[in-house]
């Protein structure tokens, strides 16, 4: 991780990337046990709302990316997928029902489905020739810290106050979100399909 830092074209983008895993890993893993203490459903409900959300997020992976990648530029539709995705957990964080709640999992799982192999290909592209037998473990590197992020900031944030979690979950995506977006504006349009 401390090497990247190092590395100019890349390092804004693997601090979207953590942002955006903080967030996302922190709205997954809090699912189940904010469902069953917030909502009082019970554990069948939760697993078939899991299941569901499972189901979404291999159509948007397979089918969606496969459909939007080869008709349009990368760079601004990860941009548009974490706006979408920022808003279904913040959807999540303002809903009074189990089902209002799983509605706005299952929708932020498309285009988070879209957004997280995408996210990775862009540090790909966009890293130095003398780096690229390295970006995948960089990569990794990022996205492990926010996984540890996530667990431990749930773990503070539940002990606080569990309702303000996805509020959180929101907060992190809306940061990956707008630092992409300034990124974008900051750099000249590319001209392939392929992101730089």
């Known amino acids: ?49 899991q299941m569901v959300v499972g189901v979404t997020w291999i159509l948007g992976g397979y089918y969606l990316n496969d459909f939007l ?11 548009i997928a974490n706006g979408l995705t920022t808003l279904c957990l913040l959807g999540m964080a303002f809903s009074p029902s189990f089902f209002l709640f799983a509605l706005f999992f299952l929708f932020g799982a498309l285009p988070s489905a879209f957004s997280w192999p995408n996210t990775l290909n862009l540090i790909s592209i966009n890293a130095p020739e003398s780096v690229q037998g390295k970006v995948m473990g960089i990569s990794q590197s990022f996205q492990s810290l926010g996984f540890i992020l996530a667990t431990i900031f749930g773990g503070v944030i539940a002990g606080l106050d569990r309702r303000t979690i996805y509020f959180f979950t929101a907060l992190f995506l809306f940061v990956s979100f707008l ?18």
């Open 1 to 49: 991780i401390t090497e990247s830092f190092k590395i100019k074209e890349i390092r804004t983008l693997c601090f979207i990337y953590m942002f955006w895993i903080l967030g996302w890993s922190l709205a997954f893993q809090w699912y189940s046990p904010y469902s069953l203490q917030q909502f009082k459903v019970s554990p069948i409900e939760v697993d078939w709302g």
């Open 69 to 79: 990648i080869k008709r349009w530029n990368a760079r601004p539709l990860i941009i």
């Open 179 to 196: 630092s992409l977006l300034l990124r974008h504006i900051r750099r000249p349009p590319s001209k392939t399909k392929e992101e730089k």
